[in-house]
């Protein structure tokens, strides 16, 4: 199907339908509507390969996210790609393993796909700023921030949450509802990202109320996954560590922590309470309901691209934005059992 | 960061770091380790888009998801990805939403990104030889096929399991396991797509048993979504619809109706058995673990980009790919209580 087979359609000459489909002014009503009219009888669609070529960069945003299966993001991207469709640029998303090197996979991906900009899930938060010269275009960190790199303020955006403020507070509900012995479920309390963030602050909750940390209640999985979860809570159960409650630094490993739970014969909340940070729609029918601290993933997303769209068409100075998160009371925190 | 700061640096011209990064051979071993080592050193990434630009196609293929939030496509996407990588291709996704039209986004990609071929997942089952004439790459349709269109079939491939085949199974399962009052969560009866073919499957099991159907077990949520399956469940229930079990066409929606039973003080299984398909992760984290037909998300991410390659690189004749299922007996299936 070609513009040829359009004009020949509609007996007009190819050139009338270019205009047409380019929005000249210059055609009149009649052979606009008769052209039209063949293009969507004919379910032709206009190349635009020879115009890609000439213009130097489409208007397109690179996404790299880290963890394709992470359901957090999925809410983010459709915000993303929502948002972007609004202000016309469209979006390509590039999927990396957790081995992998975002900024490596942007730098590549910004150059042979000429993008305006960059998102990035998931990624580190220690970038130098040898690390990010190779980036030619301008980025935003997307639920993360460079808490434990040297980068400029002004030389990127994000948008997130205080990881460190939010894990006090989960960790703070529990002990607000008369627990002291409670346990985590992380990666790593050393990773210089999320998950050593998170557990700073499940310690500054502990210390706050003077309560000794405990390492044996301390589980390190080292996989962000659901079955790293799901055994790293069958080993802390299986080694008799002595809690009342759990914090799990993410809403999909507190879902897969709740069934190891489960397949040891504890309940939830009776015989251990379960708090997590997220709100990932999956949450939301466990049973029970996870209680959980949401971020708002919605409002990142968007954020995410106006931020960037700014500093790409406005010359905008890159910005740093902080979400608070909303506590829903599901029904898995619940007072200790009184021996 | 430019291909002349790392010829500063290495103190060679730069037309050597040039064909040191072409791979050409009239390079000294030495020449070549001192060049490659600087540009680790400044992270130096080749501007591959001049040569892009000269390429009338790069080695991409096209990815088109319908949902983003499905969590039955995420471990497809990560073999699709993986397999591409081995073949030399790079892949873009494109999300669309439940409303829009796959073959336009897929044709718009293809033209706008020089696609070398497309893979469509979640699309229609009905479509045209006049619908796909503007698609001018190869495509092959992963997870469903045009059993309701009128395409040839040496016009496009397609991996998939076989939708009715699989619902009857399902339906088989709680009919070995004593239920004879069997209702259904699905999208729709006749939406020309999977929901209408795994209808027939139910329909199929309980007549080759000598069950008569009975259209009051049967809901119809029209979204594919977990919201919508929870509250149909929760129609089910409340408008007093006689069923000891409960098939629900997809793995994330069987764990949302999963939840409207507790939610009505229903246990499963003892006082509804639920099965469903997909074998999506969640589901095996569910309390109990979802009794479900796994498909192998696997090798149809793999063979998906198999096909297609063989299409684009040696002009391969197209083939329709039919997989098993797998029975995974979890714990939500069991016989009916007795009255």
Redesign the interface.
Known sequence: ?TIKDVAAKCGVSVSTVSRVLNNHPDVSKAVREKVMAAVEE????P???AR??VKSQ?STIGVVVRG??N?FF??I??AV?SEAEKHGY?I????IKSGEDE??AG??MA????LKGLILMGGCYDYSP??V??LDVPFVCCTFTNTFGNLGKDSFSSVSVNDRDVAKCAVDHLIANGHKKIAIILDSICDRSISELRYKGYLEALKSSGINPDYDLVEEIQFFD?RSA?EGTLRLIDRGADFTALFVIAD?LA??A??AL?DRGRRVPEDCSVISIDGI??S????P?LTTLIQPTEDMGRDAVRTLVSVIEEGGKHVHLRYDTTLREGGTVAPPKKN
């Open positions: 199907m004919l379910h032709y669609i190349n635009n390969s890609d070529l489409t394709v299966g359901p999925a809410s991207i459709t790609e469209s390509i998303l590039n999927h900024l490596t730098a590549e150059r042979s796909k000429r040898e690390q010269a190779s659901m799901y999909s879902l897969a709740m069934k489960s729609d999956m939301l029918y466990s049973i309901t």
